[in-house]
T-cell receptor, first 113, second 117 residues
């Protein structure tokens, strides 16, 4: 099946710094990618829908200036957490669509200290 | 280590007939288990979740799933399929042992449900 690679799988950063997470579709082109966040002991929350060549669509309550999404090509979307704070610590996962199917990255565990 | 196996990549049912989507999991610790649905061009929607309370979990849109530890299964069922149920369904396992910074999620490969008239 199709492969979505997410990098890094885990990262620790200091408060106030920025962290970039990459989501790549390795063997297919994805016009739409989704970014999710999981809070501890909770299910996933959709953060934004990323469309190649256009601005991302953010869900209500998600700060677009804090969570910058760039989808510059059909195989790459990036999520940058700017000025990270400890409350941004979470598990972030992306998915990419091809046809009617979605494929998920392996996720990124972010810890802000 | 944890893993999820969705046994059927495609399931086709007639409208009004029961739906069964199978999921087996493997986890070193007591897991949390979820079922998500994704309709084309939309993000995931949570159907239901199991987190160690009742083993029979009722979700939205008439779906339910039963956690069976002895069989390491968490199959999703619905008594009567509707055309709007046609979508892709994902079974997900999370290791509840981990705390802080988010629990690692492992996704099944998905099951496409087709509902025919």
């Amino acid at each position: 099946g199709a492969v979505v690679s997410q990098h890094p799988s885990w990262v620790i950063c200091k408060s106030g710094t920025s962290v970039k997470i990459e989501c790549r579709s390795l063997d297919f082109q994805a016009t739409t990618m989704f970014w999710y966040r999981q809070f501890p002991k909770q299910s996933l929350m959709l953060m934004a829908t990323s469309n190649e060549g256009s601005k991302a669509t953010y869900e209500q309550g998600v700060e677009k200036d804090k969570f910058l999404i760039n989808h510059a090509s059909l195989t790459l979307s990036t999520l940058t957490v700017t000025s990270a704070h400890p409350e941004d610590s979470s598990f972030y996962i992306c998915s990419a669509e091809t046809g009617a199917r979605a494929f998920f990255g392996q996720g990124t565990r972010l810890t802000v200290v | 280590a944890q893993s999820v196996t969705q046994l059927d990549s495609h399931v086709s049912v007639s409208e009004g007939t029961p739906v069964l989507l199978r999921c087996n999991y493997s986890s070193s610790y007591s897991p949390s288990l979820f079922w998500y649905v994704q309709h084309p061009n939309k993000g995931l929607q949570l159907l239901l979740k199991y987190t160690s309370a009742a083993t029979l979990v009722k979700g939205i849109n008439g779906f339910e799933a039963e956690f069976k530890k002895s069989e390491t299964s968490f199959h999703l069922t619905k008594p009567s399929a509707h055309m709007s149920d046609a979508a892709e369904y994902f079974c997900v396992v999370s290791d509840r042992r981990l705390t802080g910074g988010g629990n690692k999620l492992t996704f099944g490969t998905g099951t496409q449900l087709k509902v025919e008239l």
